[in-house]
């Protein structure tokens, strides 16, 4: 499994390896590293970390949740109904 590559914080490994020490692969992904899976010698798959929201992310998330709720509005609909509703669909 401990197949890196030359120069780089990169990793290659098998499908049969990334199968069986998973856990082992995302401890390294979550500390920066990106680790690209092979099946019989041929790169299929990268695992690479995700970057954390940044405050303008969140910022821009809420503006968008904003803008939809305006865009349809609940039309003062009890709670309950729209529990009930959703449990339909």
């Known amino acids: 499994m401990d197949n890196h590559i030359a120069g780089g914080e ?5 499908a049969f390896d990334a199968r069986t020490h998973l856990a082992k692969l995302l401890d390294r992904v979550q500390r ?7 099946r ?4 299929v798959a990268k695992l690479t970390p995700i ?6 992310d ?21 709670t309950s109904e729209l ?3 959703g449990r339909r669909v």
């Open 10 to 14: 990169s990793l290659i490994c098998g």
């Open 58 to 78: 969140k910022s821009e998330l809420l503006g968008r949740f904003a803008a939809f709720r305006k865009n349809h509005p609940l039309h003062d609909l009890p």
């Open 32 to 38: 920066g590293e990106i680790i690209t899976i092979t």
């Open 83 to 85: 529990v009930d509703e």
């Open 40 to 43: 019989r010698g041929i790169a």
């Open 51 to 56: 970057p954390s929201p940044t405050a303008q």
